[in-house]
């Protein structure tokens, strides 16, 4: 197992979504024992802190359509700026979040650097939303859009003009509550998608056989992990503000992770939407750092 140097970055940000107490994941994520788990399997990890994230108590939506956008395109710019210079000295970076728009800062910060990024979005929902089609306006079900170039011209552009990731590089797993318009995205832009139809049907490690075969045969020159805990069934991680029963299980996601780790293409991480205020005894976090344990290369044996 290669020994890296990775670099912890929390962001504690709830703007992109409805539900407060998201911004607190990354302390509760911290709280169950990240750097100790990375520490122990033999990486060396230093925890960057927190990005700066303003607090607003008072939340005057200006736009119904695009719900706290200032506040989100100020963490995702600094999330951003602080992403690009760990990789510039060499480091993993490993985001926590905070709600999964911070993603679009994420993956912001990683193409100053990678010129064919690959992401493995694993996730409930397919966040391929923009403003047109979100039946909610929360941000935080539109970066994977973003990304591609799609939406508000303020986000789209954020850190560096246009956009960020090719459709073709992009693999979402456990799909299970996708929106109309972004079915209509997904078809488009011919984006693959493994619902949990293909995971029952076929089995986690043909998912992942496939994903990793697709993703390498596409010669991406890094490869980004987005993980949403709501990837996983409610059972495992209730600690979620958007929980869509009959999800990826936690053994299923364990196998994903090791199927990852032995890849060898994984280069950044990010685990979002831990809500500790809907948690119970920070299960959803234990869960986070177990899934990081087996991407990280921890073994039984």
């Known amino acids: 197992m290669k020994q890296l140097k990775i670099s912890l970055i929390g962001v504690p940000s709830d703007y992109g979504q409805s539900r407060r107490g998201v911004d607190m994941g990354p302390s509760a994520i911290r709280y169950a024992g990240a750097v100790q788990r990375l520490e122990a399997i033999g990486h060396q990890v230093t ?10 108590e008072s939340r005057a939506h200006e736009d119904s359509k ?3 956008l200032d ?3 100020q963490a995702c710019s600094q999330l951003a700026g602080k992403v690009s210079e760990v990789v510039k000295v060499g480091r993993f970076p490993l985001v926590l979040g905070g709600d999964h728009s911070i993603a679009i800062g994420t993956i912001a910060g990683l193409t100053d650097h990678y010129e064919n990024l690959g992401v493995i979005w694993y996730d409930a929902h397919a966040d391929i939303n923009t403003a047109e089609t979100s039946p909610s306006g929360n941000i935080h079900g539109m970066p994977l859009a973003v990304s591609l ?14 956009s960020k990731i090719r459709p073709e590089n992009v693999v979402i797993i456990g799909a299970r509550s996708v929106d109309p318009g972004e079915r209509e995205l997904i078809r488009e832009k011919g984006i693959k998608v493994y619902t949990m139809h293909e995971i029952d049907r076929d089995g986690m490690t043909a998912v992942m056989q496939d994903a990793i075969s697709y993703l390498k045969a596409r010669k991406v020159d890094g490869l980004h992990l987005s993980l949403d805990l709501d990837g996983l069934d409610p059972l495992y991680t209730p600690g979620v503000g958007t929980p869509v029963p009959g ?6 996601s364990h196998l994903a992770m090791e199927m990852l780790e032995d890849s060898g293409l994984v280069t950044s991480a990010e685990f979002v939407e831990v809500n500790p205020i809907l948690d119970e005894k920070n299960k959803t976090a234990d869960v986070a750092v177990g899934l990081m344990g087996s991407l990280f290369g921890e073994k039984l044996l």
């Open 149 to 162: 170039g799609l939406g508000h011209d303020a986000l789209v552009n954020l850190h560096t003009d246009g």
């Open 66 to 68: 695009l719900k706290n």
């Open 71 to 73: 506040e989100v395109i």
């Open 47 to 56: 925890d960057e802190g927190d990005v700066s994230v303003c607090a607003v």
């Open 247 to 252: 999800g990826i299980s936690y053994r299923e």
